[in-house]
């Protein structure tokens, strides 16, 4: 890896090393968790299902752009303070076969549920591979174990709830919002050890 290789990949570590990106997408899986509850228990021909179903247009993209303006607003008031726009130093490299196992793996399970049939009641599952991928893609950039844990609790939680006994909406429901708890945990924690080992800069104006 040569030094621009390494400059950016410290400049991802940088912009993960706080958990607020993670929490701010717990946040958001959490929000579309709760929008496929409504969609299991709203009746299926009632005017409230089809509002709920158009406005799936804008749950997205919106509740996108919250998570985005909040991370941005909790960075301006915890991150920069402590550690600017400073790229953090270069972390342990994470085993590149760990990324190709974790796809494989999640490849294996996408083939054997083709095979299968039945795509409906995996949903869930594919749901979990989709985010497997994202969480093993995220860890390949920025070289953090914990997304490589992520992807793995992913596609085991996906695999579970499909084999569980759960309605299309149930099952796509409980997918979303486990794996957003995972998430906003896993935020949650990696902010408290960022904040534990992180003081603020004292402003020398103000001594």
């Not at 958990?19 to 409504?38: P, Q, S, T």
């Not at 709203?42 to 158009?54: C, V, W, Y």
């Not at 992913?154 to 759960?166: E, K, N, Q, V």
């Not at 902010?191 to 603020?200: D, E, G, H, I």
Request: hydrophobic share 50%; glycine share 10%; with cysteine.
């Amino acid at each position: 890896m040569n030094a621009l290789d390494k400059a950016k990949q410290r400049s991802f570590q940088y912009w993960f090393e706080d958990g607020l990106n993670e929490m701010g997408i717990g946040c958001l899986l959490i929000l579309l968790g709760f929008y496929f509850y409504l969609g299991a228990v709203l009746p299926q021909n009632g005017i409230l299902r089809t509002i709920l179903d158009i406005s799936l247009l804008l749950v997205i993209p919106g509740g996108a752009w919250l998570v985005s303006r909040g991370v941005k607003y909790f960075k301006e008031k915890i991150t920069y303070p402590r550690t600017g726009y400073v790229a953090l130093a270069q972390k342990r490299r994470a085993p590149l076969w760990l990324a190709g196992g974790i796809s494989g793996l999640a490849g294996a399970f996408f083939a054997a549920i083709v095979i299968q049939g039945n795509l409906l009641q995996w949903i869930p599952a594919l749901t979990g591979i989709i985010f497997c991928l994202v969480f093993v893609f995220i860890a390949a950039r920025v070289n953090l174990l914990r997304f490589f844990i992520l992807a793995s609790i992913s596609l085991a939680i996906g695999i579970a709830i499909s084999m569980g006994d759960f309605g299309l909406s149930e099952g796509t429901c409980a997918v979303y919002f486990s794996l957003g708890l995972v998430v906003l945990v896993s935020g949650a924690c990696n902010l408290v050890k960022y904040l534990r080992q992180t003081p603020a800069v004292k402003d020398p104006s103000h001594e």
